[in-house]
């Protein structure tokens, strides 16, 4: 046993110094990582619109559209001026660079199209960094500036009449950038029947959105989706309203009333 231990003793002796006092290892320090943003508590409104009633018999609908980018539905449009029916249509500047064809039949029937402003690129008209259906808001108030006179210059440069009523994209709205753009001498159109939920539904959907509209609706449906099935929903529908006696109105033509601060 004696003889055991004064071989380890001789075996640690022999171990280089820099073995021997080795100090030992660090714990890992992963690399800091940077805080997250913290997530916007900002109120997000979605104004409702009305127009005046017209009182049994000649009830009154507003049909709205938006055209956010891309191409045209034919099947609207073609509905629209073939059979002489008014609608209020908010053009981005992006979609008006794509459809000089359809801006020109727009700007040949201004007894059928009202034309109003949809804002620059299609960014939600909030002034507050935050996310609307996956898409960045504007984000300060300068950005909600720009969206909607980006809209209207591009609008007045293609030939159309200074747009007097705005709808941003997602049509939600921060409660100041409401303000905001009444500021700016603007309307805001909200809506009171979703027509086709972003031209997400489809086409016997899009029938049932339709048929609930009372007198005095305002809807709201996409005209820059030619491939999606809700076109063709929104097509009949506008005749089978038409079929019912409805009256159909644009903004422009109607006394209109819509809440949160956003036509007075």
């Known amino acids: 046993m004696n003889r055991l231990l004064l071989t380890s003793v001789f075996l640690l002796a022999a171990v280089p110094a820099g073995f021997a006092a080795e100090p030992p290892a660090k714990p890992v320090v992963w690399p800091q990582l940077p805080p997250k943003a913290a997530a916007s508590n900002v109120k997000l409104l979605e104004p409702h619109l009305h127009v005046n009633r017209g009182g049994k018999g000649a009830p009154r609908i507003a049909l ?4 956010c ?4 539905d034919p099947r609207i449009l073609s509905t629209l001026v073939d059979h002489h029916i008014p609608a209020t249509i908010f053009v981005t500047a992006r979609w ?4 000089p064809e359809t801006l020109a039949v727009f700007l040949a029937h201004p007894d059928i199209f009202e034309l109003e402003d949809h804002g ?12 609307v259906y996956g ?13 909607v006179k980006g809209g209207a210059d591009a609008m007045v440069a293609a030939g159309i009449p200074q747009p007097h009523w705005f709808r941003g994209a997602t049509a939600k709205y921060s409660l100041s950038a409401i303000a905001q753009i009444r500021g700016m001498g603007y309307r805001i159109a909200g809506y009171s029947i ?10 016997k959907m899009v029938e049932k ?9 305002v809807i709201i449906s996409h005209i820059n989706q030619p ?19 409805v009256q159909f109105v644009r903004l422009q033509d109607i006394p209109e009333q819509g809440d949160d601060d956003t036509t007075y």
Do not use: C, W
Request: proline share 7%.
């Open 135 to 147: 898409i960045p808001a504007a984000g300060s108030p300068q950005a909600v500036a720009q969206e």
């Open 64 to 67: 709205t559209f938006d055209a």
């Open 96 to 99: 008006l660079r794509s459809n």
């Open 227 to 245: 491939t999606h099935a809700a076109g063709e929903g929104v097509a009949a529908s506008i005749l089978a309203l038409k079929a019912k006696g």
């Open 194 to 203: 979703n027509g086709d939920s972003g031209s997400l539904l489809p086409a």
């Open 69 to 72: 980018m891309g191409k045209t």
């Open 209 to 217: 959105q339709y048929a609930s509209a009372r007198d005095g609706d």
């Open 120 to 131: 620059q690129n299609h960014i939600p008209a909030v002034d507050v960094p935050t996310m």
